[in-house]
Every structure is written in structure tokens, then in C-alpha cells.
């Protein structure tokens, strides 16, 4: 997936910079958990030099959010307490920023971009002290191989996600890979983050244990729907997205059975439908528009890898008049998880 599964770069219209109206909102409301994540670390006993890492920042206006909050936070901290602000490895450019924000006397840090999956090793054994990532671990790193084996697929008829019509074998599918995937995820961290390091991980999720609630699926049937009314069959049977929204129990479950951290908080935060815009309750109609601009700038890398660019436009905007011409509304669920490294 590393390849195709990209945001929308730039500055245009259709750009994810101009679409994360909605991530932004998500994660400013996140922010007590990270506070509080950073306070208590901030109590215990600090190191000369802390490494940070924020993976899966995205581009955009988003980006430097919780990194210079992070810091922020750490040194005013330790300016409260009488201690010297340790040196800072972060991982975005933007020191000239933090001075201005925090005073000439802040720093020195130091900054690195590190590529690569975080489905992979990124970082030396326990070298991180506090890792972040916003809106990224309902990304998979893969479609579950189960719907793509050319021997024998396991067909989800018209659909391109989990839907109340798909069989039982495509729902533990996707369950299993991302139970995978999380896991993974869990147990390179571990390897990389020094004992009593801390993580705040936000990700789409859902509040009912059914993986095939409205409140997971009902913008993937849309854009299925899309797809159905402009695409050959044989097309969209075999495109799937590599997505999934957790609920909260599945998350305590795999923390636990992989063993190397303990939760320390897990909240849920909820959208209104129409948040897209930012908070304006807007008609159905500007709402859907928003929605098309946003789904696109997340999907069209993804897209364009299998049915070409030529499809984009056409398909956003009948995504546009699907969702104008129907009634259901759901919240915008984020899972907020704070975790300390155990010994």
C-alpha cells in the first residue's frame, strides 16, 4: 500500500489541505489526552535529550499541531518546575515557529523526517520517549489477502468496504487484518520506545461492536454506490479499501493480549454529520459537496492506482448526489488512546 496510499498534495481546491476541516476540529478536541499524556511524563525523571516522533502527520495545515503542542507543553513544564528544558529530537521543521510562540531562550532541538511504514521498524531500539499519530491506524497495510486471492477470492458483491450485506468471510477479513496490523503496529513501538515512553494514538473508530454499523460503513456504501453507477463489474469486484474503524473494546483487547503497554486513557470523540464544514450547518446539499472534496482528497491516490484518473471527477460528484439525495446521518467517531510503555 505504501505506494498508492498518499493524501492529496498541494494547495487546490480538491487538496487535503483544504479537506481536513474535520481532522482538524478532531484533533484540537483530542488534545486534554495529549496534555494530560504530557504532564505526567513530564513528572517523571527527565532525560538531557527526548525524542519524539509523530507518525502519519499528513501535509497541510494540520501538521505541526501536536508536535508544538507536545513541546510546548514539555518545556513550559519544566520552567515550572525550575529544570532545565531537555534537547528535543522532533520530527518537523518548524523551530523559528516554536521561538516565537515560546520566547528566545527555547531549544535547542533538532529535527529528522523518517520514511517508511510505520507497519515496519523506523526508529534504534528505545530511542523514542513519546510517540503520537493522529488519524492514520485505520489505514491498513494491505487489503485483506483473502478478498485479492486470484484462486479464490472471497467476492463482497458491489461493494468496496464492509457493508450489512457483505458475507460473514469479508467481515473477519478485515477484523483479522486489522487485529494484525495493530498488533504490529503495538509491538514495533515497543521496540523502539525506552521503558515508561508514552504514546497518544487518534483513529477513526465506532462506539457499537457491530463492524457493520451505518457509523463505520454508510460513506464507504456511497462511494461504492458511486462506483457501481460508472464502473464494469468485474472492475469494482476487484477494488477494496484498506480501511477499518476499531471500537474501544477491540482496542483494550489487543493492547492487552500484546502485552507491552498499558492503557491509560481511552476517550471517544464525536462528530455531528455535518462537521465537514467545519461546525456551519450547511444544506444537505453543501454538506455532500464538502463530504465529495473531502473523501477525494483521502481516496484519489488509491483510486487512480486501479481505475485511472480520468474516472475522479465524475465519480466525487455522483458521490455528491448520492449522499445530498439521502437522509441518514451519523456521527464522526475518533478513538483518543494514551499508553505508557511498560518496564
Known sequence: MEPVL??????????YANNSKLQSTCLSLSMPVLKQAMLSFCCTDLLETITIADLGCASGPNTFIAVSEIISIMYKKCCELGRSPPEFQSLTAFQEKLQQENGPKFGPFFTAGVPGSFYGRLFPSKTLHF?????????????????????????????????RTSPAAVIDSYVTQFRKDFTLFLKLRSEEIAPKGRMVLTLRGRTTPDPTSDQSCLLWDYLGQAFQDLVAKEMLDGYYTPYYEPCPEEIQAEVEKEGSFAVDRLEVVALPWDYVNGGINYDRALTAKEMAKAMRAV???MIGSH?????????????MEIMAANIMEVEHVRLVVSLIRNA
Not at 498518499?6 to 487538496?15: A, L, M, V
Not at 492514520?136 to 464492509?162: C, M, R, T, Y
Not at 481505475?307 to 458521490?319: E, N, T, V
Open 6 to 15: 498518499s493524501r492529496k498534495g498541494g494547495t487546490g481546491e480538491e487538496s
Open 131 to 163: 510517540v503520537h499519530s493522529f488519524s492514520s491506524l485505520h489505514w491498513l497495510s494491505q487489503v485483506p489477502p483473502e478478498l485479492v486471492d486470484k484462486a479464490n477470492p472471497v467476492i463482497n458483491k458491489g461493494k468496496i468496504f464492509i457493508s
Open 299 to 301: 481516496n484519489e491516490s
Open 307 to 319: 481505475f485511472g484518473a480520468d474516472i475522479m471527477d465524475r465519480l466525487f460528484h455522483r458521490f
